[in-house]
């Protein structure tokens, strides 16, 4: 459920006509839905209302503090991977005591930031990394809370790159290392161990993976109980697919069934790290037809938004499915729309039934809100796009477009090409 919707063959984004952002904003540019985030938070809470739980918002799918206000005003909670996100979701205005830290990399500095913040825990993934936060916590005179990222050996049948709870993934440590993991944290004198975690990949499709992974789950809690180790909070990361062309992702009611059942007659908090599945389809970009162009075998529709701009199709080879924002030609033609990028891999859809554009004519990429504006980059020096946001029949740009001073901020040119 999104509010993109045709009105008089013109796209809106509620009450707003895109041809009207476009005029005053230019492109390209990310457009959300403030009512489309706010409903999918409350649709994904109210799954859960049977249970208690924390839902922390995955910040790396879209960390715009506008978007990140609307979830933190809401009372979500906040997972983070970077000393960035933390940042981010505190100016946003999330509580520390929402907010909880993934990752295999965390530095010291990010560490120490995260235990002077005071945030609920950290989900350690290394026995390295379980020492460094103890040591941390000592110095800093604090108490550091931590949960095991265990990684169950689940195959979520996804795209490769974004799997992980896969034994052959650098995320995690696998469940019998973790009984030691666990063993360890209860001899380290500044942590306090009071969880555990797991996330197994991302755009699952099933049930049936995340129900395998909490069976996994359980039995390291059981066995740890008998060991004396109680956990307060079961962390189940985030994951849930969404649908980007015809892919039948359970329905959060059905999801939330698959986890709640497995989850009876434990006395547990539940925690879960949803990204996509909030803000995927809460967004879009708009990109403007530069050319049309017909190579020997094939057209191609030449956009000026490229994969700089939105990384997933060259990625992972993901659909994004682009309908007109003025839906007035009937034609189709077959054709790859690409981006002005000097790479062959530059390309938003490849042998697609699209609309018979010409220049000037305005796309909407759908399903870009998830993984979208965060990927992006400067590559080919050029400046970031824009992101708007409508709520009702009023938009405001919660990012200005880059310029090119911006390019160049920061560098500097080394003395010692004067002498
Ligand atoms: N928690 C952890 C520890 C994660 O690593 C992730 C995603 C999430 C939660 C949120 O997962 P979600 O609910 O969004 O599936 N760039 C890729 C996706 C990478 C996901 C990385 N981790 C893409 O564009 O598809």
Do not use: W
């Not at 929402?98 to 295999?104: D, E, F, L, Q």
């Not at 004396?228 to 985030?238: A, E, S």
């Not at 859809?349 to 305005?362: F, H, P």
């Amino acid at each position: 459920m999104h509010h993109f919707k045709y009105r008089d063959n013109v796209m809106f984004c509620e009450d707003v006509s895109i041809e009207e952002i476009s005029a005053k904003v230019g492109t390209p540019f990310y457009l959300y839905s403030y009512a489309t985030l706010k409903r999918h938070f409350q649709a994904f809470n109210a799954a859960f209302e049977d249970v208690p739980k924390l839902i922390c918002f995955s910040a790396k799918a879209n960390t715009s503090l506008a978007v990140l206000k609307i979830f933190a005003d809401m009372g979500c909670g906040l997972d983070i991977v970077s000393g960035g996100e933390l940042y981010r979701g505190l100016k946003a205005g999330f509580s520390p005591e929402r907010i909880v830290y993934s990752g295999v990399g965390k530095r010291i500095d990010e560490i120490d930031y995260a235990l002077e913040t005071g945030i609920l825990m950290f989900n350690v993934e290394s026995h390295v990394e379980l020492e460094l936060i103890n040591r941390r916590a000592a110095d800093l005179q604090k108490r550091a809370p931590v949960a095991i990222r265990v990684n169950p050996n689940v195959d979520p049948k996804t795209h490769p790159y974004i799997s992980t709870g896969l034994r052959k993934n650098k995320f995690g440590i696998n469940t019998e290392a973790a009984i030691e993991s666990y063993r360890m944290a209860g001899r380290l004198e500044h942590v306090d161990v009071i969880g555990i975690d797991c996330h197994i990949g991302s755009q699952i499709t099933d049930t049936k993976p995340f129900e395998a992974a909490l069976i996994s789950l359980k039995t390291l809690i059981n066995d740890l109980k008998q060991m004396g180790t109680d956990i307060k909070y079961l962390d189940m990361g985030g994951g849930l697919g969404i649908t980007y062309a015809d892919e039948m992702p359970p329905s959060l009611s059905e999801y939330a069934e698959a986890i709640t059942q497995q989850l009876k007659g434990m006395d547990l908090q539940l925690i879960l790290e949803p990204g996509r599945v909030l803000v995927g389809n809460a967004g879009i970009m708009i990109t403007k037809v530069l050319y049309r162009k017909s190579g020997e075998v094939k057209n191609f529709v030449i956009v000026d938004a490229g994969m700089n701009d939105l990384l997933r199709p060259t990625l992972y080879n993901a659909f994004h499915a682009i309908e007109p924002v003025v839906n007035s030609k009937e034609n189709l033609i077959v054709a790859d729309v690409v981006g002005p990028i000097c790479e062959s891999s530059d390309f938003l859809a490849v042998d697609r039934n699209i609309c018979d554009v010409e220049s000037g004519d305005l796309l909407a990429v759908m399903s870009a809100g998830a993984y979208g504006y965060v990927m992006s980059s400067n590559y080919c020096s050029r400046p970031r796009v824009a992101e708007v946001m409508v709520k009702g029949d009023r938009f405001h740009v919660i990012k200005t477009r880059e310029n090119y001073e911006d390019l160049v901020r920061g560098e500097s040119l080394p003395p010692f090409f004067e002498a």
